[in-house]
């Protein structure tokens, strides 16, 4: 059994900075794929960044230039560093794993206010 478990979401205004992280435990597989998406109320879930477990990375375009992802192969975390925020960074964030099947975190809330 995999589980995700993320932290560091909160409110912040526009401008400001917020990290997000990613645990996962149980039995991950490599190659294996850790990643963060987000959902806004009304619309779609979205990409906001990947990370393979060989390094390879893939950003959002609305994200490209202001978060940054991380992670750490031999503890199973992920992190997500969001910089220079805007209103419309606001959505549930979820972290992603991909290891032989695809699993969810509960998702953390990230308020951005004007």
């Known amino acids: 059994q995999v589980q995700l478990v993320e932290s560091g979401g909160g409110l912040v205004q526009a401008g400001g900075s917020l990290r997000l992280s990613c645990a996962a435990s149980g039995s991950i597989f490599s190659p294996n794929s850790m990643g963060w998406y987000r959902q806004a109320p009304g619309k779609q879930r979205e990409l906001v960044a990947s990370?393979?477990?060989?390094?390879?990375?893939n950003y959002g375009d609305s994200v490209k230039g202001r978060f940054t992802i991380s992670r750490d192969n031999a503890k199973n975390t992920v992190d997500l560093q969001m910089n220079s925020l805007k209103p419309d960074d606001t959505a549930v964030y979820y972290c992603r794993l991909i290891s032989k099947r695809l699993y969810w975190g509960q998702g953390t809330q990230v308020t951005v206010s004007s």
């Open positions: 990370m393979s477990s060989g390094g390879n990375t």
